[in-house]
């Protein structure tokens, strides 16, 4: 999933279609990660007029880090508008609060999703993508405030724990 401020990209899935099975879940690798910030993400910065004032952050998954993405991300965002595991500015380890994935996302879909007790894997899937193409723009930008306020609270400490 790719979030930005205001906007979640909804292919929640990477999924190959498959005439046999019907659609076949993925793994996400270093080439599907990088075709999708090439063909999605960087096309849908530039159309909403973003592309300049975003700074890259992301987790240090081995597909996110891999060397044709990170030269991409350069390429694309420069050093110093990248924070990334292997990057000029590192993603901070053991950072969980941070991310706004992390600190409220992941926990929201959890709650809502479950809700209708999928059965299975596809009833699973739907829900997800339903769940998150309900969320308003205003609460993801709610939430991108509070990940500032987050970060603001880091700098006193030079990054260090904060009580």
Known sequence: MVWFHGF???RTFFETQCPVNGWITEMVNAQRYLTLL????VPCLIQRGQIANVTFMQDGATSHTANPVKAFLIQTFGE???VSRRCRYP?????????????????????RVYLS??????ELKDAIRREVS?????????TVAGFVTRLEC????????VM
């Open 8 to 10: 979640i990209y909804h």
């Open 38 to 41: 090439r063909e999605t993400v």
């Open 80 to 82: 110093d508008r990248i």
């Open 91 to 111: 993603w901070p380890p053991r950072s969980p609060d941070l991310a706004p994935a992390d600190f409220w996302l992941w926990g929201y879909l959890k709650s």
């Open 117 to 122: 007790g999928p059965s299975s894997l596809s």
């Open 134 to 142: 309900s969320i308003h723009p205003d609460v993801l930008h709610s």
């Open 154 to 161: 880091l700098l006193p400490c030079g990054g260090g724990h």
